[in-house]
C-alpha cells in the first residue's frame, strides 16, 4: 500500500501544471486547468482611502544575495513552457501615427519573440493588423504557462536556502558571519 501511495506521489510530482493568463478589453483572468483562479475583471472604483504603510528597509543587506537569486529566478524560467497568442489592433485618429505604431510593432515584436524562443521555451502565434477607420486600438492575448511540480519544489528550496543565509548573516560561500577580520587559517 505505502507503495502504491509513493507512486502516486511520484507521478504528481512530474505532471505539467497548465496555467493561462487571459486578457481582453472586457475580462482579465488566471486559470490553473479549466479552473478561474483569479478574476480580475473592470469594477465600479470606491472613494475610500487606504492609508500606506511606511516600511524603511536598508538595500545594502541585499547586494550579496542578487547573483544567486537571479540564478534562481532564471533556473525556474528556463523550464517553463510559455505559449503565447496574441492580436493585436493598431490604429490611431492620424494615419501616420498609425503606419508608424504598426512598424514599429512589426520590427520589435520577432526580434523580442525570436530571443525568447531561443533562449527559454516559448512558442508564440498572433496577428499585428491596422485599421485606419478605427480611432481606438484593441490588444488580446493569452499566456499558457507549463511547468512540472518537481521545479517548483526545487525553486523554493533553493529560495529558502538564500533567505536562511540572509537571515543567519552568513555569506552564501560557507563562511561564519562571526569571524575575525583577519582570519586566514581556515580556507
Same mark, same amino acid.
Given at each position: 500500500?505505502?507503495?502504491?501511495?509513493?507512486?502516486?506521489?511520484?507521478?504528481?510530482?512530474?505532471?505539467?501544471?497548465?496555467?493561462?493568463?487571459?486578457?481582453?478589453?472586457?475580462?482579465?483572468?488566471?486559470?490553473?486547468?479549466?479552473?478561474?483562479?483569479?478574476?480580475?475583471?473592470?469594477?465600479?472604483?470606491?472613494?475610500?482611502?487606504?492609508?500606506?504603510?511606511?516600511?524603511?528597509?536598508?538595500?545594502?543587506?541585499?547586494?550579496?544575495? $542578487?547573483?544567486?537569486?537571479? +540564478?534562481?529566478?532564471?533556473? *525556474? /524560467? =528556463?523550464?517553463? #513552457?510559455?505559449?503565447?497568442? &496574441?492580436?493585436?489592433?493598431?490604429?490611431?485618429?492620424?494615419?501616420?501615427?498609425?503606419?508608424?505604431?504598426?512598424?514599429?510593432?512589426?520590427?520589435?515584436?520577432?526580434?523580442?519573440?525570436?530571443?525568447?524562443?531561443?533562449?527559454?521555451?516559448?512558442?508564440?502565434?498572433?496577428?499585428?493588423?491596422?485599421?485606419?477607420?478605427?480611432?481606438?486600438?484593441?490588444?488580446?492575448?493569452?499566456?499558457?504557462?507549463?511547468?512540472?511540480?518537481?521545479?517548483? $519544489?526545487?525553486?523554493?528550496? +533553493?529560495?529558502?536556502?538564500? *533567505? /536562511? =543565509?540572509?537571515? #543567519?548573516?552568513?555569506?552564501? &560561500?560557507?563562511?561564519?558571519?562571526?569571524?575575525?577580520?583577519?582570519?586566514?587559517?581556515?580556507?
Amino acid at each position: 500500500m505505502i507503495y502504491v501511495i509513493l507512486l502516486i506521489f511520484i507521478l504528481i510530482l512530474f505532471i505539467p501544471i497548465n496555467i493561462s493568463i487571459i486578457y481582453d478589453e472586457k475580462r482579465f483572468y488566471i486559470k490553473i486547468y479549466n479552473f478561474k483562479v483569479i478574476n480580475l475583471t473592470k469594477k465600479k472604483k470606491t472613494n475610500r482611502v487606504k492609508q500606506k504603510t511606511k516600511i524603511k528597509f536598508d538595500y545594502r543587506l541585499i547586494f550579496p544575495y $542578487i547573483k544567486p537569486t537571479v +540564478k534562481n529566478i532564471n533556473y *525556474l /524560467i =528556463k523550464r517553463i #513552457k510559455l505559449r503565447l497568442r &496574441y492580436n493585436i489592433k493598431v490604429s490611431s485618429s492620424d494615419a501616420f501615427y498609425t503606419a508608424m505604431i504598426f512598424g514599429v510593432l512589426n520590427s520589435v515584436l520577432p526580434v523580442l519573440f525570436t530571443y525568447l524562443s531561443i533562449n527559454y521555451k516559448f512558442n508564440h502565434n498572433g496577428s499585428i493588423y491596422c485599421d485606419f477607420n478605427s480611432t481606438k486600438p484593441k490588444l488580446e492575448f493569452t499566456i499558457f504557462i507549463s511547468l512540472n511540480l518537481m521545479i517548483i $519544489i526545487i525553486f523554493l528550496i +533553493k529560495s529558502f536556502l538564500i *533567505l /536562511i =543565509k540572509i537571515y #543567519k548573516g552568513g555569506v552564501l &560561500y560557507g563562511r561564519a558571519s562571526n569571524r575575525r577580520i583577519n582570519e586566514n587559517y581556515n580556507g
